[in-house]
């Protein structure tokens, strides 16, 4: 798929409405939240709700889920508007796409991962994400991978994650030209707690690419 004219931004890891604004106020155009409650990040469907119900029209908001029970995703749902979600487990594609929403698979890269061979495991996926590996954590990691393993083409829309930054997402960028890039850590001045300069300085960083 060809690059996008604008590369999209997602902000993830939201546990603050005054987050979720000033990420809206710099022009992110997706805000993410983690429901994984061993992630810093992690907050409860009452608070995501209540965030949800804050932002206005034509924001994204987007579920992270890692290997969740089936039960507990919908119940979820049912508490919280999502409009996308995002898988960052061991999911199948089938397991992702009962829940009749749209959503993104994300996958771990390292030196092994056959990137192209991943990526047609899910054929419903409306977007794959590209982040770091981690022995132990699924996503957040603050790592980068090797950007060289990022297709140069694709047929769905790609979307950069792990260890970006105000510093490097330009960089990031001209390099992959990915559809989107997604960022927590790299906004943050304590795990789940963002920064309102830095995610200025980070939208400053993707539209000078």
Request: charged share 20%; proline share 7%; with cysteine.
């Amino acid at each position: 798929m060809p690059a996008a004219t604008r590369t999209r931004v997602k902000m993830c890891g939201i546990t603050r409405l005054c987050d979720a604004r000033a990420a809206v106020a710099a022009g992110a155009d997706a805000i993410g939240f983690v429901f994984h409650a061993p992630s810093p990040r992690a907050v409860t469907p009452a608070q995501a709700a209540a965030i949800v119900a804050a932002l206005p029209p034509f924001v994204t908001t987007v579920g992270l889920f890692v290997d969740a029970d089936e039960a507990r995703i919908r119940d979820t749902l049912a508490r919280v508007p999502l409009a996308l979600l995002q898988f960052h487990g061991d999911e199948t594609d089938a397991e992702c796409a009962r829940y009749g929403r749209p959503w993104i698979k994300a996958l771990r890269v390292h030196a092994d991962l056959d990137v192209a061979a991943a990526m047609a495991a899910h054929p419903g996926a409306s977007g794959i994400l590209l982040d770091a590996w981690h022995p132990e954590q699924h996503g957040g990691t603050g790592l980068c991978f090797d950007w060289q393993k990022m297709p140069a083409t694709a047929e769905r829309p790609l979307i950069l994650a792990g260890g970006l930054t105000p510093d490097n997402v330009a960089d990031a960028i001209r390099q992959t030209r990915p559809y989107a890039v997604d960022v927590s850590g790299g906004i943050e001045q304590a795990k789940g707690l963002k920064d309102v300069h830095r995610i200025q300085a980070f939208m400053a960083g993707v539209a000078s690419a």
